[in-house]
Each structure stands twice: as structure tokens, then as C-alpha cells.
């Protein structure tokens, strides 16, 4: 179960890249659901190493009950729920953070990539993508935590500790 929910975290990390790839930009809170994903990965593969369950597996469970966490947060800033960072809603301007030569017209050559953390730029049977990674890291943590029970009554005395070649 583990290592199949830290497979999952990969394959949603690699969406959010294949999305970027086909130039939709992600935005701040968006890669603040990136962070969680790359933890969980590693997570597993450190079971695959021989990594203790006892230690992999929680920090799974966490890692993906956060970054569905964020997106539950991010869904709720695109739904107008509730407001999110000034710095990537409604108009996105935090002028406080900004150099005089941004403020300038034309001071940069490059084309503005902003993407507002309340915008929603894809959609999937009406769920965002923040969406989607809400539910999906969901479940996720979901399976991870299964692992974690499994592992913890294989604890139990009398009873051989489950590995992850198992399949946990």
C-alpha cells in the first residue's frame, strides 16, 4: 500500500509537470502542492531501501494529508470561499515586495507570466486541478494510512513485521 500511494504522489507530480509543459503556468499555491508530493516519494523510496515502516510510513500519511490540505485551501481561494495570499489574488500587485524596475513599464524584456491563485485555468467534470489533487492526495493518505495500520497490528506481539516487498 505504501509503496503504491508513493507511486501515486510521483504520478501527480508528473501531471502538475506534463501540465506545465503544455504552458498551463503553475501558480504559487500550486507549487506549494508540489512540496508534499516530493516527500512522499521519497518516503518510498527510502521503504524500498530498507527504511523502518514505522518511520516512512507516517511521514507519508502527513506529506499527502498535506498537500491535499493545501488543495482543499486552494479550492476554496478559487471558489471565493475564503481569500488567499495577497501575493497571487485578485489583482496579485504586493507592492511591498515589488522593485522600482518592475514597477516600470517595459523594464523587463520577458513576456509577464503571473498566475493567480484564484483563477481557475482548467477544469475536469467542473473540479480544478487544485481540486483533483485535493481528492487524490486524499486518498493517498488514505492508503498510506492503511499501511500504517496493517503495519502497526503486524506489530502487535506474536506477529512479524510486515516490509515493504510485502506490498505495504
Request: one cysteine or more.
Amino acid at each position: 500500500m505504501a509503496l503504491t500511494a508513493a507511486f501515486g504522489s510521483a504520478l501527480l507530480l508528473g501531471g502538475a509537470f506534463i501540465f506545465q509543459a503544455l504552458d498551463y503556468s503553475p501558480c504559487t499555491m500550486c507549487i506549494w502542492q508540489r512540496y508534499p508530493h516530493v516527500i512522499a516519494i521519497v518516503a518510498g523510496l527510502a521503504l524500498l531501501a530498507g527504511a523502518p515502516l514505522v518511520i516512512s510510513v507516517p511521514v507519508g500519511v502527513a506529506s499527502t494529508a498535506t498537500t491535499s490540505a493545501i488543495g482543499v485551501f486552494h479550492t476554496g481561494v478559487e471558489n471565493g470561499w475564503w481569500e488567499g495570499p495577497s501575493s497571487c489574488t485578485g489583482s496579485g500587485v504586493d507592492l511591498s515586495s515589488m522593485a522600482i524596475a518592475d514597477l516600470l513599464p517595459g523594464a523587463s524584456n520577458e513576456p509577464s507570466n503571473l498566475v493567480m491563485c484564484d483563477e481557475v485555468v482548467w477544469q475536469f467534470l467542473t473540479l480544478s486541478m487544485a481540486s483533483w489533487n485535493a481528492l487524490l492526495s486524499a486518498l493517498l493518505a488514505a492508503l498510506w494510512f492503511h499501511a500504517w495500520i496493517t503495519n502497526a497490528r503486524a506489530m502487535r506481539p506474536g506477529r512479524a513485521q510486515i516490509t515493504a516487498a510485502d506490498g505495504s
